[in-house]
């Protein structure tokens, strides 16, 4: 209950906290939102400016017009300006849709206004450029409040200032034409806003697909326990993508395929990697496999591979590889102990057996032949044991011939040491020795299996011009010449489907060593196996 307690706490905790596809959405929806705002603001702004602009430039050429017209010179000196002047004004102010429209002395006296009780009044606002004879525009507060207004000389034939023209349009007539198009602003602001978050919204939807709706802390989390559990784990990964890519390579597995800390293999084929054939054929393949022995450089890994989906779709190819070489060097002594116990205890019956007759021959009085028969069995083992404990002084060695002697014979294979067989202190790994004995003596003994007899292998080990010779011999069918490349392969074999990794070892051992392996057809049939590994310098 506790344990189902704290799990319900974890997933709450999960819920409350926001993914990251979350987080980016708000993020982006603000951002846009802002943005959008800002533009809109800026859109204001010069739209703003623009009607100021084009307020300006309207009030001038109104003023202009109407400080160029005949009517309104010759206005300016008669005896009354105002009653020809004012509805002039008003009907060009009513035609221009401006809000003012006011002709004056150079003084100031209002000749015309829209509002007549002002007619006769000084004209409040600058004009001193254009009594200057030069037009501007400007900003005043004036009786209609602040406005936007242009101020004209009006010239008579002598080009003399006999008056002035201003025309005006006040800021809350510009700011009411302006709210008329703040809908359109409005409305070309917010599909735009629409649009961009819709485009936030799918794209956050996709990464909360592909982030499996994940916070911050639990991605951070899972990526700390992704990477310290990749560096720590004592198996070698290999990880494919589905065109056969390299996605990763922990730090075991470089190790093991003898890759270069500081090389970058990721995203690349691997046909273009240097990797252990055995292991770049499996890649490639793409097959599953399971606990498959291959061969990379002097070890011997365990390879297990298989292809990952993630909702039914692949994802690609994981290879896992583990280091078995020293288990497989412990299993080769072992085999060689458990053979020569299993000698032992055949060789233990037989003489039980060997007795028994003895007695019987004593008790019915035929001591002769009692005495014949044991000593000759007796000769016989002793002399195998003294030729091999004296030719070979490895304790291991040593062992395993007499066990694969015992195995022999208990298969009716004659296992003849060479007379000139000789090894002393070997300066090569006694594992590596057992190795290649081992090896070549069980595929000898396989091969003349099932043979008619006589069946028999020839072994000899020994020193020859600097090299560890060790040579191999039988007189069974005899070995292909055209296969002798394929016996050193991991897989191949003439015997059973799940065999064939023994020559290979072979071959390792060899390769390691920098040694060389000569195959030949032997006298009277049968194949001969001679492999020299060098001594080192200095332990000749």
């Not at 956050?204 to 784990?233: C, F, I, K, N």
């Not at 006589?454 to 007189?475: K, L, Q």
Request: with cysteine; hydrophobic share 45%; aromatic share 4%.
């Amino acid at each position: 209950m506790r344990a189902e307690a704290e799990r319900e706490e974890e997933v709450n905790v999960a819920r409350r906290q926001w993914s990251i596809a979350g987080q980016l959405f708000a993020l982006q929806a603000v951002v846009v939102t802002l943005l959008v705002l800002a533009g809109a603001a800026g859109a204001v702004w010069l739209a703003r400016s623009d009607s100021r602009q084009a307020a300006k430039e309207e009030v001038l050429a109104v003023a202009h017009t109407v400080a160029r017209s005949p009517d309104v010179r010759a206005a300016l000196t008669s005896a009354d300006p105002a009653a020809t002047l004012q509805p002039y004004a008003e009907s060009i102010r009513v035609a221009t849709g401006t809000d003012f429209v006011v002709v004056m002395a150079p003084d100031r006296t209002r000749y015309s206004h829209r509002n007549p009780s002002l007619i006769g009044q000084p004209f409040i606002g600058d004009i001193g450029p254009a009594l200057a004879g030069r037009p501007f525009t400007t900003t005043n507060v004036g009786t209609l409040g602040e406005s936007v207004r242009a101020v004209v000389p009006v010239y008579d034939d002598d080009r003399r200032i006999i008056g002035l023209v201003s025309a005006g349009i006040t800021t809350r007539a510009i700011n009411r034409k302006l709210l008329a198009q703040l809908p359109v602003l409005l409305g070309a602001a917010a599909p735009a806003l629409a649009l961009a978050a819709t485009g936030s919204w799918l794209l956050s939807r996709r990464l909360r697909r592909q982030t499996h709706g994940l916070g911050p802390a639990q991605m951070s989390r899972m990526y700390e326990y992704y990477d310290a559990v990749l560096h720590s784990v004592r198996e070698g990964l290999v990880v494919l993508t589905t065109d056969r890519r390299v996605a990763l390579v922990n730090d075991e597995g470089r190790r093991l395929l003898g890759l270069d800390e500081d090389a970058s293999v990721t995203d690349r084929p691997v046909a273009g990697i240097d990797l252990p054939p055995a292991v770049a054929e499996l890649l490639a393949s793409g097959r599953d496999a399971h606990d498959e022995p291959v061969l990379a450089g002097d070890r011997v890994l365990v390879a297990n591979q298989r292809t990952t989906r993630f909702e039914g779709a692949p994802l690609g190819t994981v290879l896992t590889l583990r280091d078995q070489t020293e288990l497989r060097n412990l299993a080769s002594e072992l085999d060689s102990v458990r053979a020569l116990t299993e000698a032992l205890q055949a060789q233990t019956h037989e003489s039980a057996n060997r007795l028994h007759t003895v007695l019987t021959l004593v008790e019915l009085g035929r001591a002769d032949e009692a005495v014949q028969l044991a000593t000759r069995d007796l000769a016989l083992a002793q002399q195998l044991t003294d030729r091999v404990v004296g030719a070979v002084t490895e304790p291991a060695l040593a062992a395993l011939l007499l066990g694969k002697s015992a195995r022999a014979g208990e298969r009716g294979v004659d296992l003849v040491i060479e007379p000139d067989c000789r090894l002393d202190d070997s300066p090569l790994p006694a594992a590596d020795l057992l190795t290649v004995v081992g090896n070549l003596v069980d595929n000898a003994l396989e091969a003349v299996a099932g043979t008619d007899p006589p069946r028999r292998v020839r072994v000899f080990v020994g020193t020859v011009d600097d090299d560890i010779v060790i040579r191999v011999g039988d007189n069974g069918p005899g070995l292909d010449p055209d296969r002798v490349a394929d016996a050193f392969r991991r897989g191949w074999s003439t015997k059973s489907a799940g065999r064939g990794l023994g020559l290979a070892l072979v071959g390792q051992v060899i390769r390691r060593h920098g040694g060389r392996c000569d195959v030949a057809a032997a006298d009277g049939g049968g194949t001969v196996f001679t492999v020299r590994l060098p001594i080192p310098e200095g332990r000749s």
